[in-house]
Nanobody, 123 residues
Framework: QVQLVESGGGLVQAGGSLRLSCVAS????????MGWFRQAPGKEREFVAA????????TYAESVKGRFAVSRENAKTTLYLQMNNLKPEDTAVYYC????????????????WGQGTQVTVSA
């Protein structure tokens, strides 16, 4: 059973920055990419960003392009999400995900989820 553990969430003012981290216990044969989703209260979980296992391709939701950056450390077991110029509408629980697809990730193809970390952006 793969475990994904996120950290780095918190409270920040609009315009500020946060960096989320996700440590994976292992990669499986079905892991083609890793990424981030978020879920705000009363809303569906939505795709934020992803990076394929080779690190050669990154994909972003339109709402975060130019502000967020997804990356992975050399050993490939730690995933990051650098979030800059945060807005109140970025407030959500952010989830790390291990996926069996690349590009814009979809929830049916997620192999494993992290437990989530809260990001709150005040106006």
């Amino acid at each position: 059973q793969v475990q994904l553990v996120e950290s780095g969430g918190g409270l920040v003012q609009a315009g500020g920055s946060l960096r989320l981290s996700c440590v994976a216990s292992e990669r499986t044969i079905s892991t083609f990419a890793m990424g981030w989703f978020r879920q705000a209260p009363g809303k569906e979980r939505e795709f934020v960003a992803a990076i394929d296992w080779s690190g050669s391709r990154t994909t972003y939701a339109e709402s975060v392009k130019g502000r967020f950056a997804v990356s992975r450390e050399n050993a490939k077991t730690t995933l990051y999400l650098q979030m800059n110029n945060l807005k109140p509408e970025d407030t959500a629980v952010y989830y790390c995900a291990d996926s069996s697809e690349t590009g814009r990730l979809t929830t049916p193809r997620i192999n494993y989820w992290g437990q989530g970390t809260q990001v709150t952006v005040s106006a």
